[in-house]
């Protein structure tokens, strides 16, 4: 072995610390690197999180339109804008809002009355309430041209022949369940109601029954509505078809001439004008009674001036204003009333032939 010459070992002095610094310096690189990483990976992680998640992908059609994409047009923005940008108030605007405090309150509508309303009582069984103002009017029908009156038969009770009242009296006011004379007026082969008077009622009863009455409506056609020509034929003083001057007269469509008073508006119109006499040829079938109990309604049909206005229409019970009918035990046979509403209505040719 050779050895070392003392410059040589001076010079492997000098070297052998550099190498182990540089031996050293190799093995810290890396974690330094490392550690440089982690960082850049942190700082990395923080503005990913900071930023907005891309949106999911949905469906082919989410993919082709983002949720904003499917907004209508003007939606959010042109709302935004119109709330940016309200419309410039006119001077007429404001003008009027400067005088509105100075001006009248208008004055309130008259109200349309008579005619009907839309909170009556539900009619049972049908859809329209008791005087309702959407019922539909019945169609007119013309009637012939004639004022031929029909003969009572044979068999019939004639309760006025166009001469006196006899069969006929009001309800005593002073005495009840008395009667007394009849005070409507009787002329020129007619009877007419009279004003502040009363119902006329039969002294006779009856149960079911065939009737015959004509009647007339005041030739000058005053008032309107149910305010003209009113009058009515009452069974038993309970059960009325109405008696009205329908012509060219609107009013709720159950309170026409021919009605069921409340219940059942005529078929149709057949009324001819104010002046002219009108007949009634009626059906009436009592309602009948088990004690409390009602074990068979009543029947009604009407023929006005010879057209079919009711078909045996089955009564609700009794008749009344505002009332949907309401049936209350009654005995086999009453009176026939004729109604004193107000109006000059007059009758002639009245009979009546029972069908019990
Ligand atoms: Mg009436």
């Known amino acids: 072995m050779r050895c070392l010459r003392p410059l040589q070992i001076l010079a492997l002095l000098l070297i ?3 190498f ?3 031996a050293q310096e190799d093995a810290a690189e890396p974690a330094a690197a490392q550690e440089e990483k982690t960082e850049d990976l942190k700082s990395e992680i923080s503005d990913a999180k900071s930023e907005k998640p891309e949106p999911e992908p949905k469906s082919d059609a989410g993919d082709k339109s983002k949720p904003e994409d499917l907004k209508p047009e003007g939606s959010d923005s042109n709302s935004e804008k119109q709330e940016a940008e309200p419309k410039p108030k006119s001077d007429a605007g404001d003008k009027k809002a400067a005088d509105a405090p100075e ?5 309130e509508p008259a109200r349309i009355s008579g005619i009907g309303s839309t909170d009556g009582p539900q009619l049972p069984g049908q859809p ?5 103002l959407f019922r539909p009017q019945p169609r007119v029908v013309t009637p012939a041209d004639t004022e031929l009156t029909v003969p009572p038969p044979s068999d019939a009770l004639v309760l ?6 006899a069969l006929w009296g009001h309800r ?12 409507w007026k009787v002329e020129n082969g007619y009877f007419q109601a009279s004003r502040g008077h009363g119902d006329l009622y039969t002294l006779d009863s009856f149960g079911s029954v065939q009737l015959h009455l004509e009647w007339a409506a005041p030739e000058e056609a005053k008032g309107r509505s149910q305010g003209r020509g009113n009058s009515g034929v009452k069974f038993l003083g309970l059960y009325e078809v109405q008696i009205l001057d329908s012509y060219n007269n609107r009013t709720y469509a159950d309170g026409h ?7 059942y508006p005529p078929a149709v119109n057949a009324s001819r004008p104010p002046g002219k006499w009108q007949s009634y040829d009626i059906i009436f079938e009592i309602p009948k009674f088990d004690g409390d109990e009602l074990v068979r309604p009543g029947f009604i049909t009407v023929l006005h001036n010879g057209v079919l206005v009711q078909h045996r229409r089955e009564l609700a019970g009794v008749t009344g204003m505002k009332s949907p009918g309401k049936y209350s035990p009654h005995p086999p046979a009453g009176p026939i009333m004729l109604q004193d509403h107000g109006n000059p209505v007059r009758f002639r040719n009245v009979w009546v032939r029972s069908l019990d």
């Open 160 to 165: 006025f022949d166009g001469t006196d009242l």
């Open 257 to 263: 001439a021919g009605a069921i008073y409340g219940q």
């Open 128 to 132: 329209w309430r008791v005087h309702d």
């Open 16 to 18: 052998l610390p550099a």
């Open 20 to 22: 182990g610094a540089a």
């Open 103 to 107: 001006e009248s309150k208008p004055a």
């Open 172 to 183: 005593d006011r002073e005495e009840p369940g008395m009667f007394v004379e009849p005070q």
